[in-house]
T-cell receptor
Framework: KNEVEQSPQNLTAQEGEFITINCSYSVGISALHWLQQHPGGGIVSLFMLSSGKKKHGRLIATINIQEKHSSLHITASHPRDSAVYICAVRGWSGNQFYFGTGTSLTVIP | DTGVSQNPRHKITKRGQNVTFRCDPISEHNRLYWYRQTLGQGPEFLTYFQNEAQLEKSRLLSDRFSAERPKGSFSTLEIQRTEQGDSAMYLC???????????????FGPGTRLTVL
């Protein structure tokens, strides 16, 4: 069983829809990251959070430490949001990172 | 461009050959990470440097793999006697970090895609 589970694995949405990607983890963490990976392979860090909620433009990330769950929301989705979104957690024990397998998002115009 | 850079971007090699990848982190970042990503999977942690010291290695890093960061700046990842299973994207990331466990955001390079024939 992976330390980090994401759902859904694949998601297709119409432009303008509100999107939610979920991440659950089973290890104790010091921080959780949401990453965006485009088809060329480049990874961009979207958020790093250890509690509560963060917002950047149309993106919102929340985390519930007690439930070991995080969500990434995209409001007013756009085709340029099409990418793989990866959840990663940093364990307490050191600098070990555990990654989810990613959610592939396609936003259709 | 002051981001993380990796070279080469693509490498095709025959099974049994040695390959070496280079990562140049953001200049003021003292932490450097190597990850491997296979198709359809998330990245897997390989190893981590704080300055020139290699502080952590995953069990995924077999004895055919070696990483160095001799001057605490750029890093190299060498794979000896490559196998077809080594085919993957090798990602490098860097971050600031002044004490163990500090939560510092990682910045990723574009990756080196290795294909072993």
């Amino acid at each position: 069983k992976n330390e980090v589970e994401q759902s859904p694995q694949n998601l297709t949405a119409q432009e303008g829809e509100f999107i939610t990607i979920n991440c659950s983890y089973s290890v104790g963490i010091s921080a959780l990251h949401w990453l965006q990976q485009h088809p060329g392979g480049g990874i961009v860090s979207l958020f790093m959070l250890s509690s509560g909620k963060k917002k950047h433009g149309r993106l919102i990330a929340t985390i519930n430490i007690q439930e070991k769950h995080s969500s990434l929301h995209i409001t007013a989705s756009h085709p340029r949001d099409s990418a793989v979104y990866i959840c990663a957690v940093r364990g307490w024990s050191g600098n070990q990172f555990y990654f989810g397998t990613g959610t592939s998002l396609t936003v259709i115009p | 461009d002051t981001g993380v850079s990796q070279n080469p971007r693509h490498k095709i090699t025959k099974r049994g050959q040695n390959v070496t990848f280079r990562c140049d982190p953001i200049s003021e970042h003292n932490r450097l990470y190597w990850y491997r990503q296979t198709l359809g999977q998330g990245p897997e942690f390989l190893t981590y440097f704080q300055n020139e010291a290699q502080l952590e290695k995953s069990r995924l890093l077999s004895d055919r793999f070696s990483a160095e960061r001799p001057k605490g700046s750029f890093s190299t990842l060498e794979i000896q006697r490559t196998e077809q299973g080594d085919s993957a994207m090798y990602l490098c990331a860097s971050s600031l970090g002044y004490r163990t466990g500090a939560n510092n955001e990682q910045f990723f390079g574009p990756g080196t895609r290795l294909t072993v024939l």
